[in-house]
């Protein structure tokens, strides 16, 4: 009997995708930035998360162009069922998790030798998020390292 293999549900996904700007006027986002984790700031534009940072949504894809200097494209947001492979160490289903160390923009994340996704996954540890909860639902049997994370 073939094993079921939990992924995407796409449509929850492609339902909280919004268009938005990323980053700052000195730091440029590019699709090397595809899947990694952002937060908004004040002045509305999403960037990177820092380490320990709560994950408000993933880059989704990026424009070739800017708009007002800055970057632009579109970003899965935090929202009921919506979920995103990662990359971690040592975490068990049901854990909640906050960003890793991330590269810096433009530059591969480099977790790229997920079967289904070209661009790689971003790197999350255990946390104690209070605003932007994600947690742990499923680890993939053929890559310990890879989970699939879904908002609550």
């Keep these: 009997m073939a094993k079921h293999i939990l992924s995407i549900v796409e449509k929850h996904n492609l339902r909280n995708t919004v268009t938005s700007t990323f980053g700052t006027l000195?730091?440029?986002f590019s699709n090397n930035d595809?899947?990694?984790?952002v937060k908004r700031t004040s002045?509305?534009?999403?960037?990177?998360?820092?380490?320990?940072?709560?994950?408000?949504?993933?880059?989704?894809?990026?424009?070739?162009?800017?708009?007002d200097g800055l970057s632009y494209g579109a970003c899965v947001c935090h929202a009921p069922l919506v979920r995103m492979?990662?990359?971690g160490q040592d975490?068990?289903?049901?854990?909640?998790?906050?960003?890793g160390a991330q590269t810096e923009p433009s530059v591969s994340n480099g977790n790229d030798d997920f079967l289904l996704n070209k661009y790689g996954t971003t790197v999350?540890?255990?946390?104690?998020?209070?605003?932007?909860k994600w947690r742990v639902i499923a680890s993939d049997a053929r890559n310990p390292n890879v989970y699939l994370i879904e908002a609550v």
Excluded: R, W
């Excluded at 595809?34 to 984790?37: E, I, Q, R, S």
């Excluded at 002045?43 to 708009?67: H, K, R, W």
């Excluded at 255990?126 to 932007?132: A, L, Q, V, W």
């Design 26 to 28: 000195k730091s440029k």
């Design 34 to 37: 595809h899947n990694k984790a």
């Design 43 to 67: 002045s509305n534009a999403m960037v990177l998360c820092e380490e320990g940072d709560e994950i408000e949504g993933f880059v989704d894809s990026i424009e070739p162009g800017t708009l």
């Design 85 to 87: 492979f990662v990359t």
């Design 91 to 99: 975490l068990s289903f049901g854990d909640y998790v906050v960003c």
């Design 124 to 132: 999350v540890k255990k946390g104690s998020p209070t605003n932007f």
